[in-house]
């Protein structure tokens, strides 16, 4: 579980809460049946309508991804690439087919087989960052969903803004109180519906989707990276400095300890 994500959630909504309560309201003061449908039932729907339904099906699949931590570590990563280069320089190419089984990575497993068999170096590149391309179009058209509803949002709460509006005016003259009353509600929430799914949830999910994207491109970068240097038959030191410049400073600081 990302606590990050968690946290900014919980957060929020609790400081919405305390907000609320500060200033003289309940909670459910701000609870509307009627805003809720159009604000968040009008985005859902406005966003359905804008893509192939395999992805709104696919949407509950990609949000999970920004409430889970990133599962690969790029410094054991790296010890592995820099051991395969090890390997390969002592025992060649090929006595690193025994080990390709073993690497959790499928990507990573295209790269060294590709190796083992003898591809040109430029062909593994292109086949490798043709990859990491498709990949990262394929992020972009995940998170699209919610970067769409992020859009929809303010917009439908505008529109039950309207709603309100045309219902108490409506009913100015027939001197109802309570439904000008209710009309104003509707006007007025909505709209703060609108401005909450858009910068509480869905432009954050977007947000932090990009990152959970550029984190793992990284990481299949490297693996590009490592591999070419590993079939280059480069110095196992060199490998390592080279695929070290993707680390913080101190994820690299710690390598090196860990080397010495």
Known sequence: MDI??????GLGS??????????????????DIPSVMITFG?????????FPWTSTMAVGTVTKKAFQNPT?????????LVSFSEKARREGLLA?????????EEFLKKGIQLVVDGTDPELVRNIMETEINNTAQRHAYGRSWWD??????PGFGMLGTLVGLVGMLKNLGGGDASAIGQGMATAL????????????????VVRKLTRRSEDELVIKQVMVEGTLSIQSGD??????????????????????????
């Open 96 to 104: 690193l087919e025994d080990d390709i089984n073993e690497l959790p």
């Open 148 to 153: 769409a509803y992020a859009g929809f949002a």
């Open 72 to 80: 690969f570590d790029l410094p054991n990563l790296i010890t592995t």
């Open 189 to 204: 929430i909505t709209t703060l519906y609108g401005s909450l799914a858009q910068n509480l949830f869905a432009a954050p």
């Open 4 to 9: 990050a994500t968690v946290i900014g959630l």
């Open 235 to 260: 110095n196992p030191r060199i490998v390592k400095e080279k695929l070290a410049s993707f680390l913080t400073p101190v994820e690299r600081a710690a390598m090196k300890d860990d080397g010495d």
């Open 14 to 31: 609790a400081l919405m809460v305390l907000g609320t309560i500060s200033g003289g309201l309940s909670i459910m003061d701000l609870i």
């Open 42 to 50: 009008g985005a859902a729907a406005a966003t359905i309508i804008s």
